[in-house]
């Protein structure tokens, strides 16, 4: 399949229209943003282990039963994925506290919660993300109420899917960042991506940090972090 015209550029990938309607091509950067785009820089190589690690990501949710927006992988970074209107929601479940949750309510990272939580933000870089409910959600019109409970149940099996994947790989998963497309036909896929760019990973053992915060952090050792992600998922260097 080629790339024709492109159709839009974000902060980590790219995506181009097709010769078929319902597919696009999205093309993987090695640009990384953080703190609401303030931030930025690059991660060398992160665009092929995000599209690599993503893909098969996706593949083991749609075995399990998730429909997703994969197709197929076209390279190291570029990827066919149909063609969906992304819900303007940022899906967000937690297994464990940290980061904006750790913030927010003024708990330590690292309490481990008797069930994951889920927590929606509004897309939308002007107003910086807001977090939002299912009513403000439905009040806004950004999804039906169906269509948010859908939301809700496949996002928390994602979480049992990944959280026992990453177990298997002494990777604890803290928590992860979601987004669902609608297709052409109606249908509510998984889409964007699922990567060190948008979940927290901690090694299961020394609970080192795997993942974008190392970057968002200044931590170092950010492009170590990916490639060992990389290493653990796909089994190679
Ligand atoms: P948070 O603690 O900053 O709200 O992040 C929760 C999870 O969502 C974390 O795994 C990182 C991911 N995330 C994104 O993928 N994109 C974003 O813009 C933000 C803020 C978080």
């Not at 950067?29 to 931030?39: H, S, V």
């Not at 990567?195 to 492009?223: H, I, N, Q, Y």
Request: proline share 3%.
């Amino acid at each position: 399949m080629q790339k024709t015209v492109q159709l839009y550029e974000g902060k980590a990938k790219k995506v181009f229209a097709t010769e078929n309607p319902d597919y696009v091509i999205v093309s993987y950067k090695d640009d990384a943003t953080a703190l609401d785009g303030l931030k930025k820089g690059t991660i060398g190589g992160k665009g092929v282990i995000n599209n690599r690690m993503s893909n098969f990501l996706m593949q083991l949710l749609e075995k399990e039963g998730v429909p997703t927006h994969y197709v197929e992988e076209l390279s190291d970074r570029e990827t066919v994925v149909r063609k969906v209107t992304i819900l303007p929601l940022e899906v967000i479940i937690r297994n464990i506290s940290a980061g904006h949750f750790a913030q927010r309510y003024g708990v330590e990272e690292g309490i481990v919660f008797d069930s994951p939580t889920i927590e929606f933000s509004y897309k939308n870089d002007d107003l910086h993300d807001p977090l939002l409910n299912a009513y403000h959600a439905i009040a806004l019109r950004l999804a039906t109420r169906e269509e948010i409970e859908l939301v809700k149940s496949l996002a928390f099996r994602v979480n049992d899917i990944l959280k026992a994947y990453f177990k298997g790989i002494g990777v604890t998963l803290v928590d992860f960042k979601l987004e669902f497309g609608k297709t052409s036909d109606g249908r509510i896929v998984l889409a964007d991506e699922i990567s060190p760019d948008t979940c927290r990973f901690w090694d299961a053992k020394t609970g080192e940090k795997l993942d974008k915060d190392r970057f968002r952090r200044d931590m170092g050792g950010v492009e170590d972090a990916y490639n060992e992600m990389k290493r653990r998922v796909l089994g190679e260097q």
